[in-house]
């Protein structure tokens, strides 16, 4: 019997409101909804929705790597198949989000990039609630599953919410590149918010600062160590 999308299930069923279910679910709604106000968007109202994107399925995605794959890889016997699919989707958003900063805003391509960025993160919502998710709850107690979902909770807060393509989707790169890099997105989104708020002549200052810091990232993000632990196809 195939188990049932964790799209179906009560809260109850998913182990109660704290548990790891229960919070994706809760993320994949908030993302379905900014889809949906991204949908018809152009110029700076198009980049605004497309910040908070990136600042929730970054953060929340890096999380999933650091914190949840490992242990579906511990307790499904096919769970390095199953997370190696999930990562090369996480691997594609990253790639997706990393070009489209570098598109002028008429770039022709920008539209053709954004569609298929949307068609991959669909995907990987439903890959996560119909297939991956069921095969853990089979594995995992609703206990188990409320401590994983404070795990997965405190991994995001701490996580990038920034794409970083060049950082590894396993252990041990992403989980030693994670804190860096996202105390430096972080400050990158404090410092973006200032510039968008600032007179017009403190804003080159901003945006000086804001490209200092993806600098930065970028060292961090090649250190070696950081490229520790992808497998070939994630691997850049
Ligand atoms: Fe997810």
Same mark, same amino acid.
């Given at each position: 019997m195939t188990p049932r999308s964790i799209a179906d299930q009560t809260v109850e069923e998913l182990?109660?409101?704290s548990?790891?279910?229960?919070?994706?679910?809760?993320?994949?709604?908030?993302?379905d909804r900014l889809l949906h106000e991204l949908d018809g968007t152009t110029g700076r109202e198009q980049e605004r929705v497309l910040r908070r994107i990136d600042q929730l399925v970054f953060s929340h995605a890096f999380a999933e790597e650091t914190v949840l794959w490992?242990?579906?890889?511990?307790?499904?016997?096919?769970?390095?198949?199953?997370?190696?699919q999930v990562e090369e989707e996480h691997q594609e958003v990253n790639?997706?989000?990393?070009?489209?900063?570098?598109?002028?805003?008429?770039?022709?391509?920008?539209?053709?990039?954004?569609?298929?960025?949307?068609e991959v993160l669909r995907e990987d919502v439903r890959d996560e609630e119909d297939v991956l998710f069921p095969r853990l709850q089979q594995a995992l107690?609703?206990?188990?599953?409320?401590?994983?979902?404070?795990?997965?909770?405190?991994?995001?807060?701490?996580?990038? &919410?920034? +794409?970083?393509? &060049?950082?590894?989707r396993r252990p041990p790169g992403?989980?030693?590149?994670?804190?860096?890099?996202?105390?430096?997105?972080? &400050?990158?989104?404090?410092v973006d918010a200032g510039v968008q708020h600032a007179?017009?002549?403190?804003? +080159?200052?901003?945006?000086?600062?804001?490209?200092?810091?993806?600098?930065?990232?970028?060292?961090?993000?090649?250190?070696p160590l950081a490229r520790r632990g992808d497998r070939p196809p994630t691997s850049r």
């Open positions: 182990g109660g409101p548990s790891v279910f229960v919070r994706q679910r809760r993320d994949h709604e908030e993302l490992p242990v579906i890889r511990r307790v499904l016997p096919d769970g390095d198949a199953l997370t190696l790639e997706l989000v990393s070009e489209l900063e570098t598109l002028g805003a008429d770039d022709p391509r920008r539209a053709q990039r954004i569609a298929r960025l949307v107690d609703a206990q188990a599953l409320r401590r994983l979902g404070l795990q997965w909770e405190v991994a995001r807060r701490v996580s990038p &919410t920034r +794409p970083h393509p &060049t950082v590894s992403n989980a030693v590149s994670g804190l860096p890099l996202s105390l430096i997105d972080r &400050t990158r989104d404090l007179p017009e002549r403190i804003a +080159p200052a901003g945006e000086a600062v804001s490209k200092a810091l993806a600098t930065v990232a970028g060292w961090v993000e090649r250190v």
